[in-house]
């Protein structure tokens, strides 16, 4: 035995004395993870909130979260002798005076909008292969709660230093508060300290911001990896795998090289991106106050659909009995908000409502196979789409010598013809998709060569399929329609039929797929 | 079982193909060489990040193509940081693909369900031991606990009372008032109606008093703009142009939808601009809106001029400015 | 001809030839383009106002009118002043060559003595602001590059952006980006109100505020990439480009090649 395994032995034995962690260890040290680039996207999620933590620590080091006033005397000239807050004072500090600061500050920032663009990634990843499926509803739930509150998170974060752009967005936040029938003003003037915009807010939401949402994500993040830990990670199909397996490669050493591995890649290409591409460069925003305004102010990008929402608005407005009801702020602010995200958490339970399906799965759907799924989540991202662009309406109109008013326009309309539009084709190519593979598995490749047969008739060759590539394109499952009886046998019509009827609509669409190849279907080819 | 059955069924898992790095010795020793090579090359981006922390000062800026004129303090720091730790995934990964195992493992999925003995075995076990701490059956205890929990909820919520004061009438009062005078912002000279030329427009606040500070708060509401048309453009009812004062017309500049600063004055065609949310606001027609989602136009100011000539208002706004909140009337 | 007809059918010979056509044309153009203007410049030596007149009538009257008293596509000329022609012209945004919403900055048609000359003709017609005098050499010594920043986020970002990027109006109309103005050409549009800016009135922002103004423009305008390439200095929407177009590509790409299995 070397010194080095010497070493390793007895801090071993020290440790699993106190804690009998040897067989824990070895049974998970050996665990089995499946390998697919598509499973990464959530890593990237959270090795970057592991970078966020890590240079966010550093910033807090430098960053002052108070508005009171000071005058500028620091090294950046353009802004000499302005008055600002101290909040201000101190990100301009940390971006031209502390050595390393501007990149940190630029590492935290493109590490957020990783974070979210990464979540984003891994949502749609799950959605379209139906991950979220049973077992794995409640890890779906935690997920659309970390994307709600990075959400707010980012928005807090990028608030902080005070500047002219992102002042204004708090300014409009503020009004979304306010706007609440009942409680709104008084939400409102609690939040801010007082009429807006007060020197409280700045300093409060530095806490929700350092301590009380990281606190909650760390909690959230890890009861959504134990799970995936636990349930084990889903696979897609293929030859060898099924249901009751998980094929893949073991924790110690491959997944530690490569996940630990891939943290760095992670972590390197956020630093890179930070040292060439200027991020939130908030000298040239210059100090918030609320008389000032500049043209082309967006949210960062997870927040601009919301910014598109509010654009698209119609100036709808109730005054009832004495009382404002703003519409048209509460409606794209809060209401909307609240159906769709509502609305994803809950949909593995409406899924599985739709098609009776109450099993487990560990499989993963290829989205070709689930047409009316993946046609949702193209129409989902259609709508996002089109309220992403409608919240960059005024630089698209600069940037490809439009009017702002015929592409506000242009999404108003948009936003109702536009998804279903999307839907239908989508669900049509995965039709066609299903039809192509079902030919395929029939017939086999084409290989473009010709033949002549002995009576004169030319034919193409067609290579067969090989198993494994057969039994991708038909493994999967192909449900019939539920069939809920709405009127029983002396021809009384169910109370509750209604309920079952919609099921039974719906169920019906789910079902639509191209009938997948089985033996009979074989035998029929071997005749011709 | 048929052989179209079997054609379709699962071939099971695909023999392991060999990799170049398992057979040949020297093409293992050229991967570990390839990832020697980035694990030195790591090694060397934390060289350029010392470097360039300790070396190069803070104001030094280098021309690089795409970048323009950039920091060379950060942009360096930054690639030596980048590829210190890039390289290290890198290499890690590729010793993963090339050198350790890559058979596949193939591992049990275990039934989640407990089984049926180990259920009622729960069932059992809490119902009994709830049973045993009587809860069902001492009512008295229920209801009291119910009432001391439920109570000791709103303790925490009392605590947020001091987070702010009540609004009162914050937000329908501004510093405007009969006889204030209007001055440029940011330098408070007050304006003469010869200041303004057709076409003009100025960035306006109240004059302070005498020893008082002009906070931030007070801006968010305060702020004006004035503006100069011909009289003759005007479409107005005459208790709104008794408001104007020789084609000078005052508007809130804070917008009655989010609250941003509308300032964005376009001469041809008198239109108001929020570049928040695109809300236009015509100025002939006070302020009224004629896009975009904001709701009400923006609060007209009346304005008149004092005994030495200067613009003041001749009353307060007559309604709150900024965004709507429920108690406002209109 | 028998060595090039050799490559007639190399797969490089389409885009070659489409190359070399190109460019015969691109040439050919710049060679007949700057023969024309030559002749423009060739009029016989009068005074400023009367060879400003000839330059007007031939170049501006077709939308302005023979007395610039302007028409049903053009406003009157009258009381502009020498400025608002010094800027226009100068910037090449008149003659008009695209009628769409609004004129563009583009190389200007006239040299700059014709300019001067077109000016003092509109300046003759009717008393109007006069081409500003000493602004690049003042603007340095009086102006406050600090205080020309509040002013400039007070009274200009609202329209141009915070750093003088340029914004949107309505309709297609558009405050154009100043990262090209020279100084003179930003006072007088100050003092003119060109299109749908405003006028910016002397006494509202002073000579020496408008001075700092440009002083805190130049220095925008030679503002360093502080953290790097500045993604057009118009905020998140770009920023937001980037992440998932470079950097989730990136990330995505590195994740692929982790996943394949080594040769």
Same mark, same amino acid.
């Given at each position: ?102 990149? $940190? ?10 974070? $979210? ?8 990843? %799950? ?124 924790? $110690? ?56 929402? %509010? ?198 669409? %789910? ?18 | ?330 | ?263």
């Amino acid at each position: 035995m070397s010194a080095g395994e010497k070493a390793a032995g007895a801090v071993a034995n020290y440790v699993d004395e106190r804690t009998g962690a040897a067989k824990w260890l070895k049974k998970n040290l050996t665990k089995v993870f499946p390998d697919h680039w598509s499973f990464m996207l959530g890593e990237i999620a959270l090795y970057s909130f592991i970078i966020l933590l890590l240079t966010g620590t550093f910033l807090t080091f430098w960053f002052d979260p108070s508005q009171r006033d000071v005058i500028y005397h620091g090294a950046y000239q353009p802004l000499s002798g302005i008055k600002m807050s101290a909040a201000y004072e101190s990100t301009l500090h940390i971006s031209f005076d502390v050595r390393g600061g501007l990149l $940190m500050r630029q590492i935290h920032h493109w590490a957020a909008l990783f974070f $979210m663009s990464s979540i984003g990634a891994h949502l749609l990843r %799950v959605f379209f292969t139906g991950a979220f499926r049973k077992p794995r509803e409640f890890n779906w739930i935690i997920g659309i709660g970390l994307l709600t509150l990075g959400i707010v998170e980012g928005f807090l974060g990028y608030s902080l230093p005070d500047d002219l752009l992102s002042g204004t967005g708090i300014r409009i936040a503020e009004a979304i508060i306010q706007a609440m029938p009942i409680v709104g003003s008084y939400l409102a003037f609690f939040a801010f300290g007082g009429p807006f915009p007060g020197t409280a807010f700045i300093p409060r939401i530095f806490t929700v911001h350092v301590l009380i949402l990281p606190g909650i994500f760390l909690a959230l993040i890890t009861a959504h990896l134990m799970l995936v830990w636990y349930q084990k990670h889903t696979q897609y199909p293929g030859p060898g795998r099924t249901e009751k397996n998980v094929i893949g490669y073991p924790l $110690m050493p491959v997944y530690m090289a490569k996940a630990g591995g891939f943290f760095f890649v992670v972590f390197g290409v956020t630093a890179f991106l930070s040292a060439v591409a200027s991020i939130n460069p908030i000298w040239l925003y210059g100090p918030y106050t609320p008389g000032q305004i500049s043209a082309g102010s967006q949210p960062d990008w997870y927040m601009g659909w919301l910014d598109g929402l %509010v654009r698209m608005f119609p100036n709808l407005e109730s005054h009832i009995w004495g009382h404002t009801i703003s519409w048209n702020i509460l409606i794209p602010g809060l209401i909307i908000p609240g159906i769709l995200f509502t609305g994803m958490a809950l949909y593995p339970f409406i899924e599985s409502w739709v098609t009776g399906d109450k099993r487990e799965h560990h499989l993963l759907d290829r989205p070709r196979n689930v047409p009316n799924r993946t046609a949702l989540g193209v129409m989902s991202i259609t709508f996002l789409l089109v309220t992403l662009s409608n919240g960059g309406n005024d630089l698209i109109a600069t940037h490809f010598a439009l009017s702002i008013n015929q592409i506000t326009w242009f999404n108003r309309i948009g936003i109702f013809i536009l998804p279903p539009i999307a839907f239908i084709i989508t669900k049509r190519i995965c039709l066609s998709l299903q039809r192509a593979d079902r030919e395929l598995v029939l017939h086999g490749h084409e290989t473009g060569q010709l033949v002549r047969l002995p009576h004169g008739e030319f034919v193409e060759v067609h290579e067969p399929l090989t198993p494994e590539e057969t039994w991708k394109l038909t493994q999967h499952e192909q449900r019939a329609a539920l069939e809920f009886k709405t009127i029983d046998e002396n021809g009384v019509s169910r109370p509750k039929g209604l309920k079952e009827k919609i099921r039974n609509r719906l169920s019906r669409a %789910v079902s639509e797929q191209v009938k997948k190849p089985d033996g009979d279907d074989l035998k029929e080819i071997e005749h011709h | 079982m048929s052989k179209e059955i079997e054609r379709l069924s699962d071939p099971g898992l695909p023999e392991h193909v060999h990799r170049r790095t398992d057979t040949d010795p020297a093409a293992a020793k050229q991967a570990e060489r390839q990832i020697a090579i980035f694990f030195v090359l790591s090694a060397l981006g934390t060289i350029l990040f010392i470097f360039s922390y300790i070396k190069i000062p803070l104001d030094r800026f280098i021309f690089i193509p795409i970048l323009g004129s950039t920091n060379a303090h950060q942009l360096f720091l930054g690639l030596g940081l980048a590829f210190s730790l890039l390289f290290i995934g890198l290499g890690a990964i590729q010793w993963a693909r090339t050198l350790m195992p890559d058979t596949e493992v193939v591992a049990e999925r275990h039934e989640f369900r407990s089984s049926e003995a180990d259920r009622a075995d729960f069932v059992a076990t809490v119902k009994e031991r709830a049973a045993s701490a009587g809860l069902g059956r001492r009512s008295l205890i229920k209801r009291t606990l119910g009432l001391s929990l439920g109570l000791i909820g709103l303790s925490p919520l009392l605590l947020l009372r001091d987070l702010g004061p009540l609004p009162k009438t914050e937000l329908e009062t501004t510093s405007w008032a009969k006889g204030v005078r209007l001055v440029i912002d940011p330098s408070n000279r007050p304006i003469l109606p010869s200041d303004l030329e057709v076409g003009a427009v100025a960035q306006v606040l109240p004059e302070l008093a005498p020893g008082t500070e002009r906070t931030l708060e007070n801006v968010a509401k305060d702020a004006v703009l004035l503006i100069r048309l011909r009289p003759e453009d005007f479409k107005l009812s005459p208790e709104r142009l008794s408001w104007t004062y020789q084609g000078i017309i005052a508007f809130s500049k804070i917008c009655t939808h989010m609250g941003c600063a509308v300032a964005l004055y376009e001469q041809q065609t008198k239109h108001l601009l929020c570049p928040c949310h695109q809300s236009t606001f015509d100025v002939p027609r006070a302020a009224k809106v004629i896009f975009g989602p904001a709701a009400r136009p923006l609060p007209q100011l009346a304005i008149t001029v004092d005994a030495q000539g200067y613009l003041i208002a001749s009353a307060p706004f007559s309604e709150p400015v900024g965004p709507s909140f429920w108690e406002r009337s209109s | 001809m028998k060595r090039l007809s050799r490559y007639r059918r190399h797969r490089f010979a389409g885009p070659v030839l489409l190359v070399f056509a190109l460019f015969m044309i691109g040439t050919t153009f710049s060679v007949a383009d700057a023969s024309s203007r030559q002749s423009q410049t060739s009029l016989t030596r009068t005074t400023a106002i009367a060879e400003g007149r000839l330059i007007f009538l031939r170049g501006c009257s077709s939308c302005h009118g023979i007395n610039a008293e302007g028409g049903s596509i053009a406003p009157s000329l009258i009381g502009v002043g020498a400025a608002d022609v010094d800027l226009q012209v100068g910037t090449g945004r008149m003659p008009m060559a695209d009628m769409t919403v609004q004129a563009v900055r583009k190389k200007p048609a006239y040299t700059p003595d014709q300019v001067a000359a077109l000016a003092s003709y509109v300046a003759s017609l009717a008393p109007g602001p006069a081409i500003p005098t000493d602004v690049v050499a003042n603007f340095e010594r009086d102006g406050s590059t600090a205080a020309g920043g509040e002013l400039f986020r007070t009274n200009c970002a609202m329209c141009h952006n915070f750093a003088g990027q340029g914004g949107a109006l309505s309709g297609g109309k558009f405050a154009p980006s100043l990262m090209a103005s020279t100084p003179t050409q930003i006072y007088e549009a100050m003092i003119t109100g060109p299109q749908s800016m405003p006028v910016f009135s002397d006494k509202i922002i002073t000579p020496t505020e408008k001075l700092s103004i440009i002083k805190w423009l130049k220095a925008a305008q030679a503002e360093p990439n502080l953290g790097g390439a500045s993604l057009g200095r118009v905020g998140p929407v770009t920023e937001g480009l980037l992440i998932w177009t470079l950097g989730l590509g990136l990330l995505i790409g590195i994740a692929v090649w982790l996943a394949t299995k080594a040769r």
